[in-house]
């Protein structure tokens, strides 16, 4: 599996603590105002904020925070948010893509831009990374749902390019303008899935060590931490032992 995936599997086990918790509700809510204050608050008008909606009750975040975050979107005087992609690279070489949302860019770029130098990384200019990775539809399901030979051709049918499966559920991929229709198609078939949304997917993936594996796993864990930044990619691989090390 690709250190990006393994990084995602990291995170998702970490996000049971009430802080790393926390940080992913206000994360969520952030996108949902930002949805519905740059489209409409009714989520069947808008494929972005119930995208990001799907998100929210996949992390079983209150429907009165849901709400809340679409309210906030419509009150006078709300704060507003930039969207703000960062590009650079880790320790060995590894591309990496941050996707923030901030209200203050000088305050964002700083804090980034340390986090890299940190633990040894680099940040660079726009367009430095992003030609590494395809800008695709990503859409999940719980493994419970469905078989993978049939959630495979499910996913042909609905109009998807890629289908992975494992013990962690099943994965699509898809042209990303093409997200919010094959989504829909799946649902009316498995119910809602765990998400769906445009990701940055690595194309090719750069070797680690062990030692250089967990450097930069510790970055992209400590930009994640960061109140500013949404999502971050990364294309490298690891051994499984790094990965087992920084899970426990």
Not at 191 to 199: C, L, M, V
């Amino acid at each position: 599996m690709a250190g990006h995936s393994k990084f995602k599997n990291i995170m998702h086990r970490k996000g049971a603590q009430d802080k790393k918790r926390a940080k992913m509700f206000s994360r969520l809510s952030k996108e949902i105002t930002v949805a519905a204050k740059l489209g409409s608050p009714d989520p069947d008008m808008n494929p972005r904020l119930r995208t990001a909606i799907v998100a929210a009750r996949a992390q079983n975040m209150p429907k009165d925070n849901i709400e809340r975050a679409i309210k906030k979107s419509q009150d006078v005087g709300v704060e507003s948010y930039d969207e703000v992609r960062y590009e650079g690279f880790g320790i060995g070489g590894a591309g990496v893509i941050v996707e923030a949302l901030t209200d203050n860019r000088n305050r964002t770029a700083s804090e980034v831009r340390s986090i890299f130098a940190k633990h040894g990384g680099n940040l660079g200019e726009q367009g430095a990374v992003s030609f590494m990775f395809d800008r695709v539809g990503e859409i999940e399901f719980n493994g419970d749902v469905a078989s993978a030979d049939d959630m495979f051709e499910a996913a042909l049918e609905a109009g998807a390019d890629d289908c992975e499966s494992s013990e962690d559920g099943h994965t699509l991929y898809c042209d990303a303008e093409s997200l919010h229709e094959v989504a829909k198609m799946l649902e009316e078939k498995f119910g809602e899935p765990r998400s769906a949304r445009i990701i940055w997917r690595p194309q090719n993936a750069v070797e680690l060590d062990d030692d250089k594996g967990e450097k930069l796993l510790r970055m992209l864990e400590a930009l994640e931490d960061s109140d500013d930044v949404q999502y971050v990619y990364a294309n490298f691989e690891v051994s499984d032992a790094v990965i087992e090390k920084l899970s426990a």
